[in-house]
């Protein structure tokens, strides 16, 4: 079993909906890391989360440690945010386990 | 800063030879890490460094891998010999270690990847 698991693993949706990707974890961690990579495979940090919520733009994550989950929205949802977002748990040691992904199609 | 800069960013070679990748992390970072993506498998950490010293490469496949970091401003991962079952991308990134208190986000920052295929 994954220490870290997503879901849904895939993700269609319309223009303009409001999108939510789960991150669940079974371990402590010092902190979670929301990624993104595109289809031409390079992958950017979103957020790094140890607590509370944070906001950029149109997406927000937010991470709740005592039931070691975490979930990345996205409002106003656009074509362009078609990626897979990958969950990663960062440990004290700095070691990363990474999700498996979650691969969000928007359909215009 | 250019950000973390991988080469080559495609590989074709032929079982059996050796391969060797290349990153120079962003200046300043003292933690970098090598991970390899497969579409089975997904993202997996092979190795990972703090100030050049390697911590953890209980990720590495077998011995016909190894990585190195010389200075604070490079590191390879060798595979020799390749084999087929190797093909993947394979990711290099950095980080500033998180120090509470410090103000170091510890955000990640990734490399373009280096595409490798074994024939």
């Known amino acids: 079993k994954n220490e870290v698991e997503q879901s849904p693993q895939n993700l269609t949706a319309q223009e303009g909906e409001f999108i939510t990707i789960n991150c669940s974890y079974s371990v402590g961690i010092s902190a979670l890391h929301w990624l993104q990579q595109h289809p031409g495979g390079g992958i950017v940090s979103l957020f790094m989360l140890s607590s509370g919520k944070k906001k950029h733009g149109r997406l927000i994550a937010t991470i709740n440690i005592q039931e070691k989950h975490s979930s990345l929205h996205i409002t106003a949802s656009h074509p362009r945010d078609s990626a897979v977002y990958i969950c990663?748990?960062?440990?004290?040691?700095?070691?990363?386990?990474f999700g498996t992904g979650t691969r969000l199609t928007i359909i215009p | 800063d250019a950000g973390v800069i991988q080469s080559p960013r495609h590989e074709v070679t032929e079982m059996g030879q050796e391969v060797t990748l290349r990153c120079k992390p962003i200046s300043g970072h003292d933690y970098l890490f090598w991970y390899r993506q497969t579409m089975m498998r997904g993202l997996e950490l092979l190795i990972y460094f703090n100030n050049n010293v390697p911590i953890d490469d209980s990720g590495m496949p077998e011995d016909r891998f190894s990585a190195k970091m010389p200075n604070a401003s490079f590191s390879t991962l060798k595979i020799q010999p390749s084999e087929p079952r190797d093909s993947a991308v394979y990711f290099c990134?950095?980080?500033?270690?998180?120090?509470?208190?410090?103000?170091?986000?510890?955000?990640?920052?990734f490399g373009e990847g280096s595409r490798l295929t074994v024939l």
């Open positions: 990134a950095s980080s500033l270690g998180v120090v509470r208190g410090s103000g170091n986000t510890g955000e990640l920052f």
């Open positions: 990663a748990v960062r440990y004290p040691n700095e070691k990363l386990t």
